[in-house]
């Protein structure tokens, strides 16, 4: 038996232990989602009030005031799923960071010798790639200021919409608890008209 086949065997054996048992991975699936829903719904509602400060179209100051009702209407509807499944928001966040960051970190190893496959090749360090890219979207729009910002504020709400849309789609179908794809199909409507909202917006703002 060469090197690489020692490596394979063992980096399998390292993924079986590592993932845990399905009903453990099926919860884990669900919190990641909760999480992910939860960080849009912070983001969409600073991101709406800078809006309000920030923009000199009275479109998009509508459009922003309209981003923070909603997404904190939907942020109510993830604490009331939460609280009925004993989730904690604020531990999730912080358990889920350091849960991923470990995660990336196996990801990477078991790459390098061609083990990681499917979901678990790609979606820690895709999560941890999107936060960051998150953050750093809500930083550069604290520096602009009236039609600059504008244009990057619709900009970055197309894209982040569209983003959340393909996430929650593509998650809803998959083996999830049944209350949180009803909390999925219930927000996917009002996610779908911010999208279209933001479209229609990035005509006008390119222009000024």
Do not use: C
């Amino acid at each position: 038996m060469n090197w690489k086949q020692r490596a394979l065997e063992a980096a399998a054996g390292v993924i079986l232990i590592a993932l845990p048992a399905y009903p453990q991975a099926r919860e884990y699936r669900n919190e990641r989602i909760v999480s992910l829903i939860h960080q849009a719904n912070l983001q969409e509602i600073e991101a709406g009030k800078l809006a309000q400060t920030k923009s000199n179209s009275q479109s998009v100051k509508d459009f922003g005031a309209q981003m923070v009702t909603d997404h904190q209407k939907a942020d109510d509807q993830v604490r009331s799923y939460a609280q009925k499944h004993n989730i904690d928001l604020d531990t999730l966040v912080q358990r889920l960071a350091k849960r991923r960051e470990d995660r990336v970190e196996f990801d990477r190893q078991a790459r390098s010798v061609g083990s990681a496959t499917g979901e678990w090749a790609f979606t820690s360090e895709q999560l941890v790639r999107s936060k960051r890219d998150d953050d750093q979207t809500l930083e550069r729009l604290r520096t602009l200021q009236g039609a600059a910002f504008d244009r990057e504020f619709v900009s970055a709400m197309v894209d982040g919409h569209q983003k959340v849309i393909d996430r929650l789609t593509s998650v809803r179908d998959r083996s999830i608890d049944p209350d949180l794809r009803s909390l999925i199909v219930d927000l996917l409507p009002t996610i779908k008209h911010h999208l279209e909202m933001a479209q229609a917006l990035q005509e006008a703002v390119s222009k000024a």
